[in-house]
């Protein structure tokens, strides 16, 4: 398995600001995934990062709104820019492992007031 | 493109009951799928993979089954207990080359006392 960590682990800010989320996983992996939990909805996944090359982004999410570092094999960053009332979800990170089972974070659980 | 259901949406169950839950996929053309167990406002904790090439998976309580030419997965929950409780996801892997991970609707469960 893969012990994954996120910071912050919940945040509450102001329309118009930015938040960096920040990925931490136990061991290196090649591939990182960015995923997204609207208010009682499944996750969407944003995109996914590869060390050393720039992320590939899902259809309806760019990399304006969502820049995405990956600096090395253990970390990621994801930020929301520009926020509004519609970027509030959980927004968790992920990791495949073995077989291609994939482990998550514990999220981190944002809302843009 | 994929899609992935779940039945029922919400399931509310006495103490020591054994329940289905229900995962369905449009597209019979998957790598494998994975159930997931997640707690109110938390992130995802892996419960059972199944390769495209297995039948069933068990872990403790928890079976899975998976039909792929029907496109059909459930997993047994046997004696359920109070910690229970929570929102179980499945999700497929379309195919080898991708780790994205396409999601159901989820089910909410609640076992009371």
């Known amino acids: 398995s893969a012990v994954i960590s996120q910071k912050p682990s919940r945040d509450i800010c102001q329309r118009g600001t930015s938040l960096t989320i920040q990925c931490q996983v136990d061991?290196?992996?090649?591939?990182m995934f960015w995923y997204r939990q609207q208010p009682g909805q499944s996750l969407t996944l944003i995109a996914t990062a590869n060390q050393g090359s720039e992320a590939t982004y899902e259809s309806g999410f760019v990399i304006d709104k969502f820049p995405i570092s990956r600096p090395n094999l253990t970390f990621s960053t994801l930020t929301v820019s520009n926020m509004s009332p519609e970027d509030s979800s959980i927004y968790l990170c992920?990791?495949?492992?073995?077989?291609?089972?994939?482990?998550f974070g514990p999220g981190t659980r944002l809302t843009v007031t | 493109k994929q899609e992935v259901t779940q039945i029922p949406a919400a399931l509310s169950v006495p103490e020591g009951e054994n329940l289905v839950l229900n995962c369905s996929f449009t597209?019979?053309?998957?790598?494998?799928l994975q159930w997931f167990r997640q707690d109110p406002g938390k992130g995802l904790t892996s419960l059972l993979l199944i390769q495209s090439s297995q039948r069933e998976q068990t872990s403790g309580r928890l079976n899975a089954s998976l039909d792929k030419s029907s496109g059909r997965s459930t997993l047994y929950i046997a004696a359920s207990q109070p910690g229970d409780s929570a929102t179980y996801l499945c999700?497929?892997?379309?195919?080898?080359?991708?780790?994205?991970?396409?999601f159901g609707t989820g089910t909410r469960l609640q076992v009371f006392p």
């Open positions: 992920s990791v495949g492992r073995e077989a291609y089972e994939q482990y």
């Open positions: 999700a497929v892997r379309p195919h080898h080359n991708t780790d994205k991970l396409i």
């Open positions: 597209d019979s053309a998957i790598y494998n």
């Open positions: 061991s290196q992996v090649t591939m």
